[in-house]
Nanobody
Framework: QVQLVESGGGLVQAGGSLRLSCAAS????????MGWFRQAPGKEREFVAA????????YSADSVKGRFTISRDNAKNTVYLQMNSLKPEDTAVYYC??????????????????WGQGTQVTVSS
C-alpha cells in the first residue's frame, strides 16, 4: 500500500502563498489518482484537487480554481499543491490521498483508499 507524507503547511497572511508537497512511497496501481482534501474544524472533509500520475490530468473544486494548482513530479514520486491568493477560509488541515484510476473525477473522500497524516494550513486575516 502506498504511504503518503505531506509537508509544507504553515501560517501565512491572507493573499499569501504556500506550496504543499505529498511524497508517495510504495506506489501501486491503487494510487493512480492523487488528491488533496482539506478539513476545517467542525466541518466535513472537502475535496480540493486531484491529478493522475500518468497523463497529469487534473480537476479541482470551484472554490479553489484560479488560485490553487496541483502538479506532480513522477521522478520524485511527489505531488504538489501550489496555493496562491490564500484566504482565511482556506484554513484547514490538508490531506493527501491516493485512489485507483476509476476514481478519477470523484470528489468523494470515501473513494480514495490511502491517506497521509495531514498538514495544517492557517491563513490569518
Amino acid at each position: 500500500q502506498v504511504q503518503l507524507v505531506e509537508s509544507g503547511g504553515g501560517l501565512v497572511q491572507a493573499g499569501g502563498s504556500l506550496r504543499l508537497s505529498c511524497a508517495a512511497s510504495g506506489r501501486t496501481s491503487n494510487s493512480d489518482v492523487m488528491g488533496w482534501f482539506r478539513q476545517a474544524p467542525g466541518k466535513e472533509r472537502e475535496f480540493v484537487a486531484a491529478i493522475t500520475w500518468g497523463a497529469g490530468r487534473t480537476y479541482s473544486a470551484d472554490s479553489v480554481k484560479g488560485r490553487f494548482t496541483i502538479s506532480r513530479d513522477n521522478a520524485k514520486n511527489t505531488v504538489y499543491l501550489q496555493m496562491n491568493s490564500l484566504k482565511p477560509e482556506d484554513t484547514a488541515v490538508y490531506y493527501c490521498a491516493a485512489g485507483v484510476s476509476k476514481v478519477y473525477g470523484s470528489s468523494r473522500s470515501r473513494d480514495f483508499g490511502s491517506w497521509g497524516q495531514g498538514t495544517q494550513v492557517t491563513v490569518s486575516s
